[in-house]
């Protein structure tokens, strides 16, 4: 199955501040089929990107997707106070579907 | 918009089946689309569990072998996880998702999730 490895662990940036986060496949994803979650404590993931760069259903722009093969970013332009959380990717291009282990995203 | 709601036992002993029901509202679970279990260990990272079909076909994770039953009432509108022979590795948020579906074609990753439900296994 394909690892995905998250980096950093956490990140700790100022409201205001882009927020970079890393996702590395331990294999190439086929077609790009890789997919970032938002989790908040206490709550489900949300679904914020899917195919590496679109963003889902009500998902404001200052969140973009990027990347290909093995390694994917996801940025945030300028961080608001609710998007301080947990990231996960995931990639759905090879059976069984995987995911990372996380970003937290914190305030400083 | 669908709308997913897991349940079931919060304690299970050790060596016992855990059994979680996910009941759909806002939409047909013979809608063509798959749903998915997916679960959390408490501060961990997300498993995919397996996924099922209306029509009854299901996949599963390799990891988890033959100890996964996912199965579905259509007359409830709802779909069940047994998960057999529990160790404490299995304690977790269990979560029921919807798989995304365009234009008749699915991909593996979820748009709708249920608020998840905690399934400790202890004695």
């Known amino acids: 199955e394909i690892v995905l490895t998250q980096s950093p662990g956490t990140l700790s940036l100022s409201p205001g501040e882009r927020a970079t986060l890393s996702c590395r496949a331990s294999q190439s994803v086929s077609s790009s089929y890789l997919a970032w979650y938002q989790q908040k404590p206490g709550q489900a993931p949300r679904l914020l990107i899917y195919?590496?760069?679109s963003r889902a259903t009500g998902i404001p722009d200052r969140f973009s997707g990027s990347g290909s093969g093995t390694d994917f970013t996801l940025t945030i332009r300028r961080l608001e106070p609710e998007d301080f959380a947990v990231y996960f990717c995931?990639?759905?291009?090879?059976?069984?579907?995987?995911f990372g282990g996380g970003t937290k995203v914190e305030i400083k | 918009q669908v709308q997913l709601q897991a349940s079931g036992p919060g304690l299970v002993k050790p060596s016992g089946t855990l059994s979680l029901t996910c009941a759909v509202s806002?939409?047909?679970?013979?809608?063509?689309?798959?749903w998915s279990w997916v679960r959390q260990p408490p501060g961990k990272g997300l498993e995919w569990i397996g996924e099922i079909y209306h029509s009854g076909s299901t996949n599963h994770n390799p990891s988890l072998k033959s100890r996964v039953t996912i199965s579905v009432d259509k007359s409830k509108n709802q779909f069940s996880l047994k998960l057999s022979s529990v160790t404490a590795a299995d304690t977790a948020v269990y979560y029921c998702?919807?798989?995304?579906?365009?234009?008749?074609?699915?991909?593996?990753?979820?748009?709708?999730w249920g608020q998840g439900t905690l399934v400790t296994v202890s004695s």
């Open positions: 995931q990639q759905y291009g090879s059976s069984p579907p995987t």
């Open positions: 998702a919807s798989t995304y579906c365009t234009n008749g074609v699915c991909y593996r990753f979820f748009d709708y």
């Open positions: 806002g939409g047909s679970i013979s809608s063509s689309n798959w």
């Open positions: 195919g590496a760069s």
